[in-house]
């Protein structure tokens, strides 16, 4: 098999891995508080991440205050605020919803780009971002739009999506970086700061553990185990062996898997809408990857790219 197919296969598992996220948080959201679970998931990978980089003798880097200072925001919005905004919504929204909505990541990224930075956007870059919301709002309007259980998932919805906002200004804060720090080392230090923001208001979720669930717990470790440190090693296998451009294209196989998930494993129905969605996204970030094509330079991991690895984390 050639690397770049090679490439291919790593990257298209990871995002499967991704996709399953949101059916594993769909399980946690029954029978786990939001901070509780974040930090089970974080006890869990935090020690395997301390072990990958033993194992490949990675460095920790020499941060400054202000390093620390952005490390510690980006947990607290990527990881923390990502994850229980995911499980909170899931209490609430579809899993098929919420596979629409994650898949606008890139373009949120990008859109935040354009309000905080101020970044100067192509009109392919403005179209993707029409797309993607075209795209959500298919899900949000529907012809029931009235009834109480309408309303509730257009909260969980509204939740997920602030997920998908706390994982762009991720990826903004991550251009603030002053020292340069490799993805395993990024990653460790997600998790370790994750876990000790996530330990606080977990305390105070101890008296809601009496509605915890085996399935539940499975769901964590799984969370934990597959998508956060198994699919960092499928991604970043794949993005050596491809260009961070065609890399970025795959993150548009994460909302797949997570509709089809959905109805594999939660037999959810997908009605039009969610397919009109879908679809819409899908072709927001195939337009974002195309037009992006050529101004990153090699060395440069794509936004779409840093999203994908962030969001396992």
């Not at 490949?56 to 390093?67: E, G, V, Y």
């Not at 990653?187 to 370790?192: A, K, P, Q, R, W």
């Not at 305390?203 to 717990?217: H, R, Y």
Request: charged share 10%; glycine share 10%.
């Amino acid at each position: 098999m050639s690397q770049r197919l090679s490439g291919y296969c790593y990257l298209v598992s990871a995002m499967i891995l991704v996709g399953s996220t949101v059916v594993a948080s769909k399980l946690i959201a029954g029978g786990l508080p939001p901070f509780i679970a974040t930090a089970l998931r974080f006890a869990i990978a935090f020690p395997l991440f301390l072990i990958l980089m033993r194992l490949t003798s990675a460095p920790w880097p020499t941060l400054t205050r202000h390093d620390w200072l952005i490390l510690l925001v980006q947990a607290v919005a990527g990881s923390v605020g990502y994850t229980t905004l995911l499980i909170s919504g899931m209490r609430m929204s579809s899993a098929a919803d919420a596979g629409v909505i994650i898949g606008t990541l890139p373009v949120v990224s990008a859109a935040i780009s354009i309000i905080i930075l101020g970044e100067r956007p192509s009109l392919a870059t403005l179209a993707a971002i029409a797309l993607a919301a075209l795209g959500v709002l298919s899900i949000v309007i529907r012809g029931d739009a009235g009834d109480a259980a309408s309303l509730s998932g257009n909260a969980g919805n509204a939740l997920i999506f602030g997920a998908v906002v706390c994982e762009g200004l991720f990826i903004l804060l991550n251009k603030r970086l002053r020292v340069s720090i490799s993805p395993l080392v990024q990653s460790t230090l997600m998790t370790g700061l994750g876990l000790a923001a996530a330990l606080v208001p977990a305390a105070f979720e101890l008296p809601d553990m009496f509605s915890v669930t085996a399935l539940s717990l499975g769901a964590v470790a799984y969370y934990a185990l597959v998508p956060t440190v198994g699919g960092f090693l499928l991604w970043y296998a794949g993005t050596a062996r491809v260009s961070g451009a065609e890399a970025s294209l795959f993150t548009a196989f994460a909302p797949l898997s997570a509709l089809v998930l959905a109805v594999l494993m939660l037999d959810e129905h997908v009605g039009w809408n969610q397919v009109a969605g879908i679809a819409c996204v899908l072709m927001a970030v195939f337009m974002l990857g195309w037009a992006s094509k050529g101004k990153r330079k090699e060395k440069d991991v794509p936004d779409a790219g840093q999203a994908a690895s962030s969001r396992q984390v």
